[in-house]
């Protein structure tokens, strides 16, 4: 069992930068691909940034060249800096981790923090 912590959300303004975190509980990050979802009210969670165990990311274009996800291993932790924040960035932001051995999915969630974008 993988448990996620996530950290860091709060009311910014537009424009303005916020960085959230994700611990886990064990180290996972070599095997396991990390992402970052929302979901904002009445709408479906969407993939906002993912990040491979061998380092390759992807972003929603929405986000693409505003946010980056990083993770440091060592502190089996996952970051997703936001930058020039808008406010349909509101959201509900969750970390997620996921790995198929043998077919088998294991997919673990957070329980999500918040950020709201507004002046």
């Known amino acids: 069992q993988v448990q996620l912590v996530e950290s860091g959300g709060g009311l910014v303004q537009p424009g303005g930068s916020l960085r959230v975190s994700c611990a886990a509980s064990?180290?996972?990050?070599?095997?396991?691909?990390m992402a970052w979802y929302r979901q904002a009210p009445g709408k479906q969670r969407e993939l906002v940034a993912s990040?491979?165990?061998?380092?390759?990311?992807n972003y929603a274009d929405s986000v693409k060249g505003r946010f980056t996800i990083s993770r440091d291993n060592a502190k089996n932790t996952v970051y997703l800096e936001m930058n020039s924040l808008k406010p349909e960035d509101t959201a509900v932001y969750y970390c997620?981790?996921?790995?198929?051995?043998?077919?088998?999915?294991?997919?673990?969630w957070g329980q999500g923090t918040q950020v709201t974008v507004s002046s």
């Open positions: 997620n981790a996921w790995k198929m051995v043998l077919g088998v999915p294991y997919d673990y």
């Open positions: 990040s491979t165990s061998s380092g390759s990311t």
């Open positions: 064990r180290s996972i990050f070599s095997i396991y691909r």
